[in-house]
T-cell receptor
Framework: GQQVMQIPQYQHVQEGEDFTTYCNSSTTLSNIQWYKQRPGGHPVFLIQLVKSGEVKKQKRLTFQFGEAKKNSSLHITATQTTDVGTYFCAENTNAGKSTFGDGTTLTVKP | NAGVTQTPKFQVLKTGQSMTLQCAQDMNHEYMSWYRQDPGMGLRLIHYSVGAGITDQGEVPNGYNVSRSTTEDFPLRLLSAAPSQTSVYFC???????????FGDGTRLSIL
């Protein structure tokens, strides 16, 4: 079945450094959703990308969808301790079925 | 609005016992899903529903049953609990296809 691969699995940064997580698929994705899960919490929706080459920004977060719709990235500029958590990408298909990547866990050292 | 409510929050079972994890949403969402999350891993889809009376299998359906008799409720039944089913279970709902999913707080289930 459809697999969404996410790298890296873990990322440790110093506060103020940038962070990027990547999501890759061998087949064309219908869309890509990004979620954040704080330690001990539940996933919370961040954003959805649908169009080829789409770029969206939320304050220090920049989301991109590849031209071929086979990859996506989330970039955080100047990380803060509040950015700690696990970031997941997911494809939500027309059938209502979602496939999640394994996530990238971000730790931030103050 | 309460959003997505899952009960119980914690449960310990013995191998072979059965139980039902409850999930209810008050947002009139058509789509509901159950996921399990094992340590250090992503969310794996167990079963999902696109409306009352309609359910389908996800990636890891074995050992679990679901039904959707109303729009609001989507219970998950463990038929005969096994230690491999120790996990955190999340229920999620969404308005429709290609819409954000709203997650409950999860049920932390341990099977001894």
């Amino acid at each position: 079945g459809q697999q969404v691969m996410q790298i890296p699995q873990y990322q440790h940064v110093q506060e103020g450094e940038d962070f990027t997580t990547y999501c890759n698929s061998s087949t064309t994705l219908s869309n890509i959703q990004w979620y954040k899960q704080r330690p001990g919490g539940h996933p919370v929706f961040l954003i959805q990308l649908v169009k080829s080459g789409e770029v969206k920004k939320q304050k220090r977060l920049t989301f991109q969808f590849g031209e071929a719709k086979k990859n996506s990235s989330l970039h955080i500029t100047a990380t803060q301790t509040t950015d700690v958590g696990t970031y997941f990408c997911a494809e939500n298909t027309n059938a209502g079925k979602s496939t999640f990547g394994d996530g990238t866990t971000l730790t931030v050292k103050p | 609005n309460a959003g997505v409510t899952q009960t119980p929050k914690f449960q310990v079972l013995k191998t072979g016992q059965s139980m039902t994890l409850q999930c209810a949403q008050d947002m009139n969402h058509e789509y509901m899903s159950w996921y399990r999350q094992d340590p250090g891993m992503g969310l794996r889809l167990i079963h999902y529903s696109v409306g009352a009376g309609i359910t389908d299998q996800g990636e890891v359906p074995n050992g679990y049953n679901v039904s959707r008799s109303t729009t609001e409720d989507f219970p998950l039944r463990l038929l005969s609990a096994a230690p491999s089913q120790t996990s955190v279970y999340f229920c999620a709902s969404s308005y429709g296809t290609h819409q954000p999913q709203h997650f409950g707080d999860g049920t932390r289930l341990s099977i001894l």
